[in-house]
């Protein structure tokens, strides 16, 4: 019972995969649709069942329902900088498909994803025992990583327009 949400992410992680291989027919547009894939497949893993890492080995968390923190603020800390690692690709993926959204809208979308993730994970916690902590620090640092994120995909567009202008001269 633990595993099924693990079963649900690879099945449509799987479905997803066939999708894009059947339907997408330029390559570098099918390549980064697979390995947007893939990290999100990463992602939903890490975040949605009770495999965890906890950056040098991967493990399988016992059994519970986890614990909730809404006050103590930690943000000194290798799992505050861990989330904000986890979440950069995110905020770059989403910035790539919302071009005309602005970093600070951004920011409060990073604020609406990491507390939906928060809210899945006590929820999942309970249903299924995969015990995940729901934790303000989280939020925090998966808002900030997809700010990040965002700020990357900004300066990689006006590197890339900067260079195609340059060249066009």
Do not use: C, W
């Not at 980064?32 to 495999?51: A, H, N, R, W």
């Not at 989330?83 to 809208?105: A, W």
Request: no cysteine; aromatic share 14%; glycine share 6%.
């Amino acid at each position: 019972m633990r595993f099924i949400p693990l079963l649900v992410i690879l099945t449509i992680s799987i479905i997803s995969a066939l999708f894009i291989n059947h339907n997408i027919e330029k390559f570098e547009k099918r390549h980064f649709y697979l390995i947007s894939l893939v990290y999100l497949t990463f992602l939903g893993m890490i975040l949605f069942t009770p495999i965890s890492f906890d950056g040098t080995s991967v493990y399988v968390m016992s059994a519970g329902v986890g614990h909730v923190n809404l006050h103590q603020l930690d943000i000194i800390d290798i799992g505050f900088a861990e989330n904000i690692i986890l979440t950069i690709p995110l905020g770059f993926l989403i910035k790539n498909l919302f071009s005309h959204v602005s970093v600070l809208s951004m920011a409060f979308t990073g604020f609406m994803i990491g507390s939906g993730i928060e809210t899945a994970q006590y929820y999942l916690s309970h249903f299924f025992l995969i015990n995940r902590t729901s934790d303000i620090n989280d939020v925090l640092a998966n808002a900030l990583g997809i700010v990040i994120g965002a700020i990357l995909m900004v300066t990689y567009e006006y590197i890339v327009n900067r260079k195609a202008t340059r060249f066009a001269k």
